[in-house]
């Protein structure tokens, strides 16, 4: 993934001044050496110039983390901790920041020994509140050095997301296709969310794709698509015009990125791209999202801010799906009822045209639009890459503006199944428990549109953190809630 943040968290102890310095002197060290014993220590930077017990000693850790090269914090409480001096340390960083505090190690040591940190949390969340700083706070923020290790680590993947959409440009072309309203992108909350649009049409990148015509880098691109594909190269004759495609974002991308760091992508797809273009894009962006560059289809920005999100996460390869079509009962009874605790309600399946990374598929092929061939030639259609979704843990999730602009969100965990899909394009067959009820009362009734972010694994924890410090309301962070866990707008006698 070269397309995602590396992430270096400094560990900040701070001390009351009434208490013994040496408890989180020792406190933090003990911490570094149990992360560093568990996990990969080159992401955590261990501040050793001061313990902040004063506003000068602030200036003096974040001067050090810096200069260390840190772009996200941990507070660390090794005692009850100077509520000030460790708020204002989160407020003039630049970068996402946690907090998490010590526990008591022995009850054979609780005079000089006894820390308060657990205490100290409760004033440093009021102070962090009244100051509206942002900060993340574990579900449960004490704990011994082992577990404030595992903390931290929980905290990585989260910094690395809020780290990318400080740096994150989203370039799309074109308005979104008739009838695709709800993929409705109000900008505002981009902006507030530190992320830059740049907003491109279609002749422009048009322009783009005629001047790159017998590019010399093409025929090794073709090379690189022709290896990948293997077997599944089933359409040899567009290749060059796709290899063509691939450069022209690349190259668009590395000049217009500007000042921004990371980037993604909103392309459309239809329905004048094909008779013009002479192809659909969806093998392309299938390749790039491989590279940790996103492309949200029918110029779903949100949709393509939230497999950025999704990429940050899992460090991973994700995709865009329609939340598409039911489970056929007669499919359900043949491979599915009796052999997984589903039922047909808690699956669906997840499609489209031809945009998963072939990474992602149980084995692909590049084929034709079939949708798009009923109304045009299938030579025009050309450039999906098929194959069914492999099976195992999902995530599927979004980050959505509605129209008057409030943030909003939904995660929810589950698998795809070692099923056949019968079907076409990049497909599969997906559970999530209680996703009937998790469909009625949130992707509809909070008017969701039906693309959903999907990241190959369980990261549930981390992205409804995230949601959280970009200042998405918990209660508008849907879920699939589990039975006897009531929706808002649930009919109780139903």
């Given at each position: 993934m070269s397309n995602i943040p590396v992430v270096k968290a400094g560990i900040v102890a701070v001390s009351?001044?009434?208490?013994?310095?040496?408890?989180?002197?020792?406190?933090?060290?003990?911490l570094v050496e149990a992360y560093n014993k568990k996990y990969d220590g080159t992401d955590i930077y261990e501040c050793p110039v001061c313990i902040v017990e004063s506003e000068i000693h602030m200036v003096q850790a974040l001067e050090d983390i810096k200069k260390a090269?840190?772009?996200a914090l941990v507070v660390y409480l090794g005692n009850f901790g100077p509520e000030i001096s460790e708020t204002l340390l989160a407020k003039h960083f630049d970068g996402p920041?946690?907090?998490?505090?010590a526990a008591e190690e022995t009850g054979n040591d609780l005079v000089q020994g006894r820390g308060d940190a657990y205490c100290g949390m409760l004033n440093a969340s009021y102070n962090l509140k009244l100051r509206g700083v942002k900060a993340y706070i574990p579900e449960y923020p004490v704990g011994t050095a082992e577990e404030c290790a595992d903390m931290i680590h929980d905290f990585i993947p989260i910094a690395r997301a809020l780290v990318g959409l400080s740096s994150l440009k989203i370039i799309s072309f074109g308005p979104r296709p008739l009838n695709f309203l709800a993929c409705n992108a109000p900008i505002q909350q981009l902006y507030n969310l530190g992320v830059e649009i740049e907003e491109n049409s279609e002749l422009d990148l048009f322009e783009a794709f005629n001047k790159h015509a017998g590019d010399p880098r093409i025929p090794d691109v073709v090379k690189d698509m022709e290896k990948e594909l293997g077997e599944g190269n089933k359409k040899p004759q567009i290749l060059e015009k796709l290899a063509q495609y691939e450069l022209t974002l690349v190259d668009w991308v590395e000049e217009h990125r500007g000042y921004r760091k990371y980037v993604t992508?909103?392309?459309?797809?239809?329905?004048?791209?094909?008779?013009?273009?002479g192809f659909v894009p969806c093998y392309v962006n299938s390749r790039l999202a491989g590279r940790g560059i996103p492309v949200a289809c029918e110029v779903d920005i949100y949709g393509a801010l939230s497999e950025f999100i999704g990429t940050c996460v899992s460090g991973d390869a994700v995709t865009l799906l329609d939340i598409n079509n039911t489970v056929p009962a007669d499919l359900f009874n043949e491979d599915i009822a009796g052999k997984f605790p589903y039922t047909q309600k808690d699956t669906f399946m997840g499609f489209h045209c031809g945009n998963t990374n072939s990474g992602k598929l149980t084995s692909c092929s590049m084929k034709y639009q079939l949708i798009m061939a009923r109304s045009?030639?299938?030579?025009?259609?050309?450039?999906t890459l098929e194959g069914d979704i492999v099976p195992g843990d999902i995530t599927f999730y979004r980050l959505q503006s509605t129209a008057d602009c409030k943030l909003r969100a939904y995660v929810a965990e589950g698998e795809i199944l070692?099923?056949?899909?019968?079907?076409?394009?990049?497909?599969?067959?997906?559970?999530i428990p209680e996703m009937g009820r998790f469909y009625r009362h949130v992707l509809i009734e909070e008017n969701f549109p039906h693309h959903g972010a999907v990241a190959f694994g369980h990261y549930g924890k981390a992205l409804f953190?995230?949601?959280?410090?970009?200042?998405?309301?918990?209660?508008?962070?849907g879920f699939n809630r589990p039975k006897g866990m009531m929706y808002p707008t649930e009919n109780p006698f139903a």
């Open positions: 009351r001044d009434c208490f013994p310095e040496s408890l989180s002197v020792n406190r933090r060290k003990a090269g840190c772009n920041v946690m907090f998490v505090a992508i909103a392309g459309k797809c239809w329905p004048a791209f094909q008779t013009q273009f045009l030639p299938e030579e025009v259609t050309q450039g070692p099923v056949a899909t019968r079907s076409f394009g990049s497909i599969g067959v997906f559970a953190e995230v949601f959280k410090y970009l200042g998405v309301q918990p209660e508008k962070i």
